[in-house]
């Protein structure tokens, strides 16, 4: 596996990332053991995980693996908050101090560490001030819990507000951004791909196989199969185009979809990691053969007549143009 600096910090992470959301849900204890074992084998150091995922299950699980044979020491760790973590506490969610200075004492428990490597604000608030989240985070950084701050989710003049506010107050920055990033959705590149390249964010896709629509899973005519997040009937003719001509692109290259769609976004501008979610050691082992794809101009030319930069492939496909519409 290579390795890519965090953003303008210099810190070397892994170009994959492991996202553990299934940890606790989908991915029982001694099969999450396993994944952790091969991703750190093949070369991994980087995890991602979230306070609100299975509401601190995933976080205990993660802790629980990285707490074996010292693994915690030679792992980037990552989590997040934000989300609702009770049905009672008006205040057990959001951006605002009260919140994540007593949800990151909560994580470092969950996960058995004394820091956390990247801590993130999973969802903008538009009701807290960013200052407001910026001043709690910079405490957190000051006081040794958190290594550094990123965000996920947030549009570009979001962040770029962000990056204001810390200059104006002498605050820690933000220094990465999760935002929704494959080759069906590309719509980041309008925005926030420049802004990420101009201001040294990196660039942490999340859901890089569009909920396993780009895993070469779904068949035309099949149904689903056994556990499945889409609907194949459900999909549109214009994503159906997308996905056979993928699939044909990864046949003429000798790999799978998958691999082909990870490595695609390891080779475009300012992508750190891709988050994989895989919750087996087979499924690893697929996102893991990324590595091992080159991306060449010619792939890139061919992704792009199917999907153009910048564009959603609903939206491209629903709208009054197509291939040989003039930009």
Sequence with gaps: MKYNS???TGAQVSNLCLGVMTFGWKTE???AFKVVD???EAGGNFIDTANVYG????EIMTGKALSRDGKRDKIFLATKAHGKMSDEDPNDWGNHRFNLIRACEASLKRLGTDHIDLYQIHRPQSAVPIDETLRALDDLVRSGKVRYIGTSTYAAWQVLESLW?????????????QPPYNILD???ERELVPLSQSYGIGILPWSPLAGGKLTGKYKHGQPAPDNSREDPAKFSEGTWKALDGLDALSREKGVTPTAFALAWLNAMPGVTSPIIGPNSVAQLEDNLAASDVEITEDDKKRVDELVPP????EDYYKADFGPNARW
């Design 38 to 40: 091969r991703f750190m």
């Design 55 to 58: 509401r601190g299950k995933s």
């Design 310 to 313: 910048g564009t959603h492939v």
């Design 186 to 188: 590309r719509r980041i």
């Design 165 to 177: 506010v810390s200059k104006e107050y002498g605050l820690n920055r933000f220094v990465t951004e």
């Design 29 to 31: 204890e001694d099969e």
């Design 6 to 8: 965090l953003g303008r």
